[in-house]
Every structure is written in C-alpha cells, then in structure tokens.
C-alpha cells in the first residue's frame, strides 16, 4: 500500500482503544466538511431526509447546536440559529421575514449596515422602508400601512442611545399581525428580555459582549415559537452556518458573561458620573443616568445597564481638536466594535430626520472595559487637559 494511501487510510480506523476521548469541560470542537456515514443504509436515508444524525459539515455542528441551545435558553426562545457575524444575523432575518411589496419600519437609530441594507439591497426586491424616530413608542401606528409586515428596533441605538417603548409597538403590532424584531446586543440577555415583552425575534452581535474578548465574528437570531419554523426553514435553504471555533469562543463567553456584564456595568457607570461633573462636558448620553429623556422607560424594560455610551463636548471643537484628545487617551483603544475587555473609543457627528442625536455635535462614544475604573478617570483626566 502507498504510503499516502495509508495515512489517508488510517483517518478510517477507530482508534478510540489506543487514544480513549478524555471526558473534558467544555465541549469537543469538530471542523471539517464531510461527515462519514456508517453505512450505504445511512447515506441514503440521509439524501430521503430521514437521518436523524449530522450529515454534512453546514449542518450546524454539535458545538454551534450547544451554543445556540444555551443562548435560546437565555433569551427564553423557541429557537436560535447563529450566523458568521451579527450583520449577518441582521440582513438573514430581514430576507426571512419579509416578501416583495412588503413595507418595513426601521428606527433610524439602527446599526448603520442595517438602514444602508434596507435602502440598498432590500429596496431592489421591493421591500420598502420608512425610517421612524428612534424613540418611537406608541405613536409608532402614524406610520403603519396595510403593507407593513416588521418593525425592527434597536433599544438602545448602539451610537446615540435612544430608547424606544417596546412594550407600547408590541401591542400595536401583535393587534396587526405584524413582527416585532430587536436588536438587543446592548442589553444581552441578562440585562433585557425581549421575548418576555412580547417580541418576536431578538438578535445579536456576538462578537461584541456575549463573546467579550474581540477576537470572534458572530451573530445569533433568537425567536419565539410562532415564528421558529420560519427562521429554521429560511436558514436549512440558504445552507447557513457558523464557525465552529467561533461558536465555541462564545459558548465559552456566556460563561463569564454575568460576571463581565455586572463589571462593564458597575464601571461604566462610574465614568459616566464623573464625565456629568466635568465643565468641559455638555451632557453625558447613558440610559442608567437620571439624565438620559428615557431614563424612566429604561428602568422600566432593563435590568441593568451596558459599559457603552457617548458623552458631548459644550464646545463645538474643531475635528483636529477633537482628534487630539482621542489621541492623548493612552488606556482606550481607537478602533471601531465594542464589548470587549478593552476600553475603546470612537468620535463621530450623528443626525436623523427627526432632528435628534445632538443636534449635529460631536459625540464621543465609550467602551469602557474591565481596566481599573480609577486608571480610565485619570486616562480621560490626563486628556482633557489637551482642550483647555
């Protein structure tokens, strides 16, 4: 026998005698496309769909079935599907739910990928959509028609932080049939339930905290049962699938996520109290803050509180300003994403149709991490002194 006929040969035999599986704590991580069959018989009940096994490697291997069996329980879901990133996640729910002549509503505090997807790809199939205020509540039935068939919402918008009554467009939407879907990667599971609210979809980015090191692409859709077989069946016929590695680094971060949230929690709001009492600050943009206009509404909704959040300079600084106190911060990272261990901040101008998010002004966005609180007030300290 050749001898690379034996080395592929040997892939065959079980060796399970000589290298017994060890019983470990997490679980076993399995790559590869193929999946080999045990018999003829096997194959073919495989092709007539009446194999109960895994037959291929799109099939959504054991470790993403576990991670997304964990996250459902989380949620409180019927059924959840992981996606390559939570963009992904987004625009795969979006196709699911929605046909051509449909009409949509969007917050206009969305993800930016979300509205470009909406305007750009959705738009060429004959889904329509009509951006509504990113504080929406009840108000949301002066834009309904007899087309509109979902309502996507971002509580709150991962930029500008506004909060919309959830509970007031459920009502609404549950008397026209309508689904209800969320961005919910602020909150995580922990902190905001939306299918106990009555929501229909919540999704993730799971890169962000649910993974919490940055260093994973990953998305998750999580449904309630009257809507589980529509995601499951959408998600068999595009053949979608998740990178087992990935799906493993963030079963391995729902793990620590408690214990991570209740810390990015307790320190952002730390910063966020000092950053108010600083003169150079006109506002600070938090949700768990007296100050924020929806504070009461969050309390309501939420049960704790993300490390993410924007504060606005009185001062209307030049960009070459601006960009001289990012670059004078030596302990957050400048870099795009959030909901790592690493503090982070980006700068940015944000306005909506609606007139809101600072009127124009620049917002400074933070991630704080899990350094020292101490040593990010004096990070941000030493920085402000580059303005004055």
Same mark, same amino acid.
């Given at each position: 026998?050749?001898?690379?006929?034996?080395?592929?040969?040997?892939?065959?035999?079980?060796?399970? $005698?000589? =290298?017994?599986?060890?019983?470990?704590?997490?679980?076993?991580?399995?790559?590869?496309?193929?999946?080999?069959?045990?018999?003829?018989?096997?194959?073919?009940?495989?092709?007539?769909?009446? =194999?109960?096994?895994?037959?291929?490697?799109?099939?959504?291997?054991?470790?993403?079935?576990?991670?997304?069996?964990?996250?459902?329980?989380?949620?409180?879901?019927?059924?959840?599907?992981?996606?390559?990133?939570?963009?992904?996640?987004?625009?795969?729910?979006?196709?699911?739910?929605?046909?051509?002549?449909?009409?949509?509503?969007?917050?206009?505090?969305?993800?930016?990928?979300?509205? $470009?997807?909406?305007?750009?790809?959705?738009?060429?199939?004959?889904?329509?959509?009509?951006?509504?205020? $990113?504080?929406?509540?009840?108000?949301?039935?002066?834009?309904?028609?007899?087309?509109?068939?979902?309502?996507?919402?971002?509580?709150?918008?991962?930029?500008?932080?506004?909060?919309?009554?959830?509970?007031?467009?459920?009502?609404?939407?549950?008397?026209?049939?309508?689904?209800?879907?969320?961005?919910?990667?602020?909150?995580?599971?922990?902190?905001?339930?939306?299918?106990?609210?009555?929501?229909?979809?919540?999704?993730?980015?799971?890169?962000?905290?649910?993974?919490?090191?940055?260093?994973?692409?990953?998305?998750?859709?999580?449904?309630?049962?009257?809507?589980?077989?529509?995601?499951?069946?959408?998600?068999?016929?595009?053949?979608?699938?998740?990178?087992?590695?990935?799906?493993?680094? $963030?079963?391995?971060?729902?793990?620590?996520?408690?214990?991570?949230?209740?810390?990015?929690?307790?320190?952002?709001?730390?910063?966020?109290?000092?950053?108010?009492?600083?003169?150079?600050?006109?506002?600070?943009?938090?949700?768990?803050?007296?100050?924020?206009?929806?504070?009461?509404?969050?309390?309501?909704?939420?049960?704790?509180?993300?490390?993410?959040?924007?504060?606005?300079?009185?001062?209307?600084?030049?960009?070459?300003?601006?960009?001289?106190?990012?670059?004078?911060?030596?302990?957050?990272?400048?870099?795009?994403?959030?909901?790592?261990?690493?503090?982070?901040?980006?700068?940015?101008?944000?306005?909506?149709?609606?007139?809101?998010?600072?009127?124009?002004?620049?917002?400074?966005?933070?991630?704080?991490?899990?350094?020292?609180?101490?040593?990010?007030?004096?990070?941000?300290?030493?920085?402000?002194?580059?303005?004055?």
């Amino acid at each position: 026998m050749n001898e690379i006929t034996r080395v592929i040969a040997a892939d065959l035999k079980d060796d399970e $005698a000589d =290298y017994p599986s060890p019983r470990m704590i997490n679980p076993q991580l399995h790559t590869g496309s193929t999946v080999l069959f045990e018999s003829c018989q096997d194959l073919l009940a495989a092709g007539r769909g009446g =194999y109960s096994g895994i037959t291929y490697g799109t099939e959504r291997l054991p470790v993403q079935r576990k991670f997304e069996n964990a996250l459902a329980d989380m949620e409180g879901g019927a059924l959840c599907r992981a996606f390559q990133s939570g963009i992904s996640a987004i625009t795969n729910t979006l196709l699911a739910f929605t046909r051509s002549g449909d009409h949509i509503l969007v917050c206009e505090n969305v993800y930016g990928p979300t509205s $470009a997807f909406c305007r750009e790809v959705l738009s060429r199939y004959g889904v329509t959509t009509t951006f509504v205020p $990113a504080a929406v509540g009840q108000d949301i039935d002066q834009w309904l028609t007899a087309e509109t068939r979902l309502i996507f919402l971002e509580s709150p918008g991962s930029n500008t932080f506004e909060i919309q009554d959830i509970q007031a467009v459920v009502e609404i939407a549950r008397e026209k049939g309508i689904v209800t879907i969320i961005d919910n990667t602020w909150a995580t599971p922990l902190f905001l339930k939306p299918l106990e609210l009555g929501v229909d979809v919540s999704i993730h980015s799971v890169t962000k905290y649910i993974s919490g090191h940055s260093d994973v692409l990953l998305g998750a859709v999580t449904v309630n049962g009257r809507y589980a077989d529509v995601l499951d069946r959408f998600y068999r016929v595009m053949e979608l699938f998740a990178s087992p590695q990935d799906c493993y680094l $963030a079963l391995r971060g729902l793990k620590t996520l408690g214990v991570r949230m209740r810390q990015h929690q307790e320190s952002g709001l730390a910063v966020g109290v000092w950053l108010e009492q600083n003169e150079l600050v006109e506002k600070v943009i938090h949700p768990a803050l007296e100050s924020h206009p929806q504070h009461e509404l969050w309390k309501k909704d939420f049960t704790g509180a993300a490390g993410l959040f924007s504060f606005v300079f009185k001062e209307n600084y030049s960009e070459e300003q601006v960009c001289d106190f990012v670059n004078a911060l030596k302990l957050f990272g400048i870099g795009f994403s959030w909901g790592g261990y690493k503090s982070l901040v980006t700068v940015g101008r944000y306005r909506r149709e609606s007139g809101e998010a600072c009127e124009g002004k620049v917002l400074v966005r933070l991630n704080v991490g899990l350094e020292e609180v101490d040593d990010l007030i004096g990070d941000l300290q030493q920085a402000f002194l580059v303005l004055v």
